[in-house]
């Protein structure tokens, strides 16, 4: 929704547009909302219509609710093509329903590897017994750790700029989803951890200070990629030694010593490896984490799958708004 990041896109497709040789563009716009009153899709369509009008030819898709959205009667309408939103399922959990797999799709992604992996975590984790299901055993131990040890944050850190957007959706899986005023009988208990989303090794320099000698309440969680779809080696100089090192290697010695340099302090950290960066190893772990966070939420007796508190906010942004725009209109009359 921010005006300067859709000034500077529709310039950019402005000036493409005015390339010799080229055709009048043609643009297309994704439109995700359930309600289709959610303030940033709808203020963003908006926007870049109207700047890009003259341009180009715009074409719209949609993915809403099935009946209550108010973005499909328009697609009916319009005719322009329509997905469906999943009855109960949150925006954080939708990455493998039509939500999460027509965009993927779209920018070409395996959508049938994708799932295949999510299916390969669902049938290694059916046992109850945490010596034999791997997402109830980390989930038991996060609350564990919190219940116990008083840990209140929890950084994920995936070593490799690649995973950066896999962290910022994690945050959100962790907090809308744990972050609760209230359990399941409606009692107050103010329950969850207040989610980090960082990257290695950037944020090393920036944030390990804190974790390893600021206060003890941190969970630290590793990613990385064993087999990077590519490397370079660079010269490296260390105590009057020279030779070359592959990238990935100097990556993973980096995340290495943060682990030892933690574990040295007596803060908490756990690692996670995948084996390549394929759609098939990224729905595993989006998965896998789905499944970690089911199973605590069950242990912490909370709904993590409502976010009535996003509700709140959202009420309070829209009767703001549309005093304004009352105000507006009365001024000019």
């Known amino acids: 929704m921010a005006p300067v990041t ?36 709808v203020t963003a369509v908006r926007g870049l219509k109207k700047l890009l009008a003259d341009v180009c030819d715009i ?19 319009r005719h322009f093509p329509c997905f469906t939103v999943p009855d109960g399922i949150g925006g954080r959990f939708s990455i493998f329903s039509q939500v999460g797999l027509v965009f993927a799709s779209l920018t070409g992604i395996d959508i049938e590897s994708f799932l295949k992996g999510a299916q390969m975590v669902e049938e290694a984790c059916q046992s109850n017994d945490i010596k034999e299901n791997p997402a109830l055993l980390l989930a038991t131990l996060k609350y564990i750790a919190t219940k116990k040890y008083g840990i209140t944050a929890e950084v994920i850190m995936p070593y490799g700029d690649k995973l950066r957007s896999f962290g910022w959706w994690y945050a ?14 409606g009692n107050v208990v103010y329950n969850g951890r207040i989610p980090v989303a960082s990257v290695g090794t950037t944020d090393m320099h920036s944030l390990t200070q804190e974790h390893q ?60 490896s995948i084996s390549e960066l394929t759609p098939f190893h ?52």
């Open 213 to 272: 000698q600021g206060q003890k309440n941190k969970l630290i969680q590793f990613i990385s990629v064993e087999h990077l779809p590519s490397d370079l080696s660079v010269l490296c100089d260390e105590k009057g030694v020279s030779g070359l090192v592959p990238m990935s290697r100097m990556l993973d010695a980096a995340r290495r010593a943060n682990e030892e340099a933690l574990a040295n302090e007596g803060r908490m950290s756990y690692h996670i």
């Open 282 to 333: 990224i729905g595993a772990l989006m998965y896998f984490f789905f499944l970690t966070i089911a199973y605590e939420g069950a242990m912490e007796n909370v709904n993590a799958f409502d976010q009535p508190g996003v509700e709140d906010y959202k009420k309070i942004l829209h009767e703001d708004l549309r005093k304004y725009i009352v105000k507006n209109q009365k001024e000019e009359n």
């Open 59 to 77: 074409y719209l898709m949609a993915i809403t609710d099935k009946e209550k959205g108010r973005i499909r009667p328009l697609a009916e309408e």
């Open 6 to 41: 859709l000034v500077e896109l529709s310039s950019c497709i402005s000036r493409e547009s005015k390339r010799p040789k080229n055709r009048r563009m043609k643009v297309l716009f994704l439109i995700i909302s359930k309600s289709g009153t959610t303030i940033e899709p």
């Open 172 to 185: 959100q899986l962790l907090g809308e989803s744990l972050g609760k005023k209230y359990d399941m009988q």
